[in-house]
Every structure is written in structure tokens, then in C-alpha cells.
């Protein structure tokens, strides 16, 4: 009866265990499912880049998005379509795939190339003050996984948001 009550146990951790992880992938597919018929559906507006960015899966999770989750370059003058917009993000398609970039990133008007060649980066539209430290605050918020990435890198004296 002894090992019975262990088995159990443990049986009943592994069944929580992977009713929490099969939730959360049902959740990012049903989101992104969500953004892609977004995407699809179009008739947003037309912006273009004002600097090099990384078009990212999750505005949340910025953090992740630079460790190998869905992560595309996008270049400095690219016309995109905004078709959603959250929490200072927006949301745009590159190559099929649903991502976000920051609406700070983003200018209505198509930049002069001849001008931005002559000045180079300081031609580029720059992070607003802060707002590496509100991205750093929000994913360290979204979820646990993260949470735990910043215990760990506050333990270490690391800062996995700096590039």
C-alpha cells in the first residue's frame, strides 16, 4: 500500500503538470491563430519602418523572441500594414507569419533613402526613453517561465534584455 499512495501522487503532479503546459500551447496557438486571420483579413494601414527591428511572435515576451522563439529581421524603410495595435505594439505580417514591432518603430511617411544613406543611424528613429526597462517589467510580468528568467538573471547580476 505504501508505493500505491506515491504513485499516485506523482501520477496526479505529472497529470497537473501537463494539463498546465498542454493549456498554455492551446492558448499561444489560438492567439496566433487569432493574429493570422487578423493579418489575413488586411485593410489596415500602411506604415513604414523607421529603423532596423526585430518583428517579434510576442509583444510579451520580447525577451524570448531574442532566445530563439519566432524572431524576423525586418529593414529600415519596409512598407508594412498594421492591422492590430496593443499596448504600444503592432501587429503586421513578414513572410506569412503574424508579429508585432513597436509602434514607436513605425512612420507614416516613406523615408528619403537618399538622406537616410548620408546620415546613417542617426537617421533611425531611437526607443523612447524607458522603454527597454517597461519591456524588461512586462515580460518579467507575463508568465512564468519569464518570471523565473528574471529571478535568475537578478540572482547572476545578469540582464538577458540587453543586446
Known amino acids: 500500500m505504501r508505493g500505491r499512495g506515491g504513485g499516485i501522487g506523482a501520477a496526479i503532479v505529472v497529470v497537473l503538470t501537463m494539463a498546465f503546459v498542454v493549456g498554455s500551447i492551446v492558448r ?3 492567439e496566433r491563430r487569432s493574429w493570422l486571420q487578423q493579418v489575413r483579413a488586411g485593410g489596415g494601414e500602411v506604415r513604414f519602418l523607421a529603423t532596423h527591428m526585430r518583428c517579434q511572435g ?4 520580447a525577451r524570448a523572441a531574442r532566445r ?4 524576423v529581421p525586418v529593414s529600415f524603410g519596409t512598407r508594412v500594414e498594421v492591422v492590430a ?3 504600444g505594439w503592432a501587429l503586421i ?4 507569419n503574424p508579429c508585432w514591432v ?3 518603430s513605425l512612420s507614416r511617411d516613406a523615408p528619403d533613402m537618399r538622406a537616410a544613406v548620408r546620415c546613417g543611424m542617426a537617421c533611425h528613429r531611437r526607443p523612447p526613453p524607458g522603454w527597454r526597462e517597461a519591456q524588461r517589467q512586462a515580460a518579467c510580468a507575463y508568465g512564468w517561465k519569464l518570471k523565473l ?4 538573471d537578478e540572482l547572476t547580476g545578469r540582464d538577458g534584455f540587453r543586446r
Request: glycine residues 8%.
Open 102 to 104: 513597436p509602434l514607436w
Open 149 to 152: 528568467d528574471c529571478f535568475l
Open 58 to 61: 510576442f509583444p510579451h515576451l
Open 85 to 87: 495595435q496593443e499596448n
Open 68 to 71: 530563439g522563439t519566432h524572431s
Open 28 to 30: 499561444h496557438e489560438m
Open 93 to 96: 505580417d513578414r513572410y506569412g
